[in-house]
């Protein structure tokens, strides 16, 4: 009998840090080429995350050599995905980045339920696409509005519920990593975060992190 000794591959999610849009520059996609067979194919995620396989027993070498030039590599499966950010505006300190990136480092790869999509935007034109994520982070002047429970895909696809208006940074941490650690404990398996909201009551969650 024939034994397959075929190593076995884990899949990465990967992009350049959170910043305003999805930017890779030359040296760090030579890196990732690196890593890459001939034939292999790069996917482009709706997330601003690019998904490659490698072999299991290079995984953490990976990891090390993308992170020395600026790459940030994610878990994929039941985890907080990185913060997806505005694509077009380029108003660093005004329009919160340092706050977003802050927030990335809090909540991403976290292990929950089911896959859960965080989104943020500078601004109210909301090109970062908060309302129709799981949770969704809006700046307005000079606080930041939360929701939760947006979804984009479906014909029951929907905007998300403002649950709280013009925090301060730290209450924003507070109130989206709360959140969060409700879902991992109270969420069923592979309950995708909108369901978790209709059967958990936003109501309970209101109170939870109040």
Same mark, same amino acid.
């Given at each position: 009998?024939? =034994? &397959?000794?075929? +190593?076995?591959?884990?899949?990465?999610?990967?992009?350049?840090?959170?910043?305003?849009?999805?930017?890779?520059?030359?040296?760090? *996609?030579?890196?990732?080429?690196?890593?890459?067979?001939?034939?292999?194919?790069?996917? *482009?995620?709706?997330? !601003? !995350?690019?998904?490659?396989?490698?072999?299991? /027993?290079? =995984? $953490?070498?990976? #990891? +090390?050599?993308?992170?020395? =030039?600026?790459?940030?590599?994610?878990? =994929?499966?039941?985890?907080?995905?990185?913060?997806?950010?505005?694509?077009?505006?380029?108003?660093? $300190?005004?329009?919160?980045?340092?706050?977003?990136?802050?927030?990335?480092?809090?909540?991403?790869?976290? $292990?929950?339920?089911?896959?859960?999509?965080?989104?943020?935007?500078?601004?109210?034109?909301?090109?970062? %696409?908060?309302?129709?994520? &799981?949770?969704?982070?809006?700046?307005?002047?000079?606080?930041?509005?939360?929701?939760?429970?947006?979804?984009?895909?479906?014909? &029951?696809?929907? @905007?998300?519920? *403002?649950?709280?208006?013009?925090? /301060?940074? %730290? !209450? *924003?941490?507070?109130?989206?990593?709360?959140?969060? @650690?409700?879902?991992?404990? !109270?969420? #069923? #398996?592979?309950?995708?975060?909108?369901?978790?909201?209709?059967?958990?009551?936003? +109501?309970?969650?209101? %109170?939870?992190?109040?």
């Amino acid at each position: 009998m024939s =034994v &397959d000794h075929k +190593e076995k591959k884990v899949k990465l999610a990967v992009n350049g840090g959170i910043s305003f849009g999805a930017k890779l520059n030359a040296k760090q *996609l030579t890196v990732i080429a690196e890593y890459m067979n001939d034939g292999d194919e790069l996917e *482009l995620t709706t997330f !601003q !995350q690019l998904y490659i396989e490698v072999l299991e /027993t290079k =995984v $953490e070498l990976v #990891k +090390e050599k993308f992170k020395e =030039v600026g790459l940030s590599c994610y878990p =994929v499966g039941n985890y907080v995905k990185s913060l997806r950010t505005c694509n077009f505006c380029k108003g660093e $300190e005004e329009e919160g980045m340092p706050v977003a990136i802050e927030l990335n480092k809090r909540i991403a790869r976290k $292990e929950v339920p089911f896959t859960l999509r965080p989104a943020y935007t500078g601004c109210p034109v909301g090109c970062g %696409e908060p309302l129709v994520n &799981d949770i969704g982070v809006m700046k307005v002047r000079d606080g930041y509005d939360l929701y939760i429970g947006g979804k984009a895909k479906g014909k &029951d696809a929907k @905007t998300g519920t *403002l649950l709280m208006e013009q925090l /301060t940074p %730290e !209450q *924003l941490y507070d109130a989206v990593e709360k959140i969060i @650690t409700i879902y991992a404990e !109270q969420g #069923k #398996k592979r309950e995708p975060f909108f369901k978790f909201i209709n059967r958990y009551g936003l +109501e309970n969650i209101k %109170e939870s992190i109040a």
